[in-house]
């Protein structure tokens, strides 16, 4: 009744992975069951090459024997979208770059599998594939954050690239859990985060301890 009990898990991605000192939602699920788990966020961090220092997609998992990966659950985009630009209109930002439901790349892992890293499409396609690839063992997940962005414009970007990550991971079998969607957690919400008052969100994007 407790399947997570001893398991190995990975959490990579950026600040909202990352958490607090405690290692935010990753260290509860570690501790709350026991397991073996290494917190990979890091705060600003993007999925694709948009910031080279804090690339998510090339990120290692930090366990050195892959049979022993039981979970690697990643999570991002955001961050691409405010360093990227918006991606909402017909025509999009170049660096957004374009996928393909019927394209999965090459064999080649030296060259990324043939997918353009720099590009944020490129970057998902490539980090599933890479991971599909080289942990066929471990159930792999992405998580959509929640909504964050207090005004309008910020918040409907983010949240687009988010739906895109979605989008891409399901195209290579990779289940998705859907926060910007289906978490009540809303910046927008006056009882959430008003007039720079704290009880969900830190600042309309971090979550309090309580969010």
């Given amino acids: ?39 990979k966020g890091i705060g600003g961090a993007t999925i694709s090459t948009a ?20 979970y690697i659950i990643f999570e991002g985009g955001t961050n691409d979208a405010d360093h990227i630009g918006k991606a909402t209109d017909e025509t999009k930002p ?42 066929p063992n471990a159930k792999i997940g992405y998580i959509g954050a929640h909504k964050m962005g207090t005004t309008d414009s910020t918040r409907i970007n983010r949240g687009y690239y988010i739906k895109t990550a979605m ?3 399901k195209k290579w079998g990779i289940p998705v859990l859907d926060l910007w969607n289906g978490s009540h957690l809303n910046p927008k919400i006056p009882s959430h985060y008003t007039s ?6 830190v600042d309309g994007q971090h979550l309090t301890a309580n969010g």
């Avoid at 997570?4 to 501790?31: H, M, V």
């Avoid at 910031?51 to 039981?70: E, F, H, M, Q, Y």
């Avoid at 720079?196 to 969100?201: D, H, R, S």
């Fill in 1 to 39: 009744s407790y399947p997570l009990y001893g398991k190995n898990a990975c959490f990579l991605g950026d600040s909202i992975c990352e958490g607090d000192s405690e290692g935010g939602w990753a260290g509860r699920i570690g501790r709350n069951n026991t397991m073996l788990w290494i917190n």
């Fill in 167 to 169: 989008e891409i991971c």
């Fill in 51 to 70: 910031l080279p220092s804090k690339t998510i997609c090339t990120r290692d998992v930090g366990i050195t024997n892959a049979a022993n990966i039981d």
């Fill in 196 to 201: 720079g008052e704290t009880y969900l969100y």
């Fill in 94 to 135: 170049a660096a957004f770059g374009t996928w393909s439901e019927s394209e999965y790349g090459t064999d080649d892992a030296s060259t990324y599998y043939g997918f353009d890293i720099s590009t944020y499409c490129g970057a998902v396609d490539y980090m599933c594939k890479r991971l599909v690839s080289l942990y």
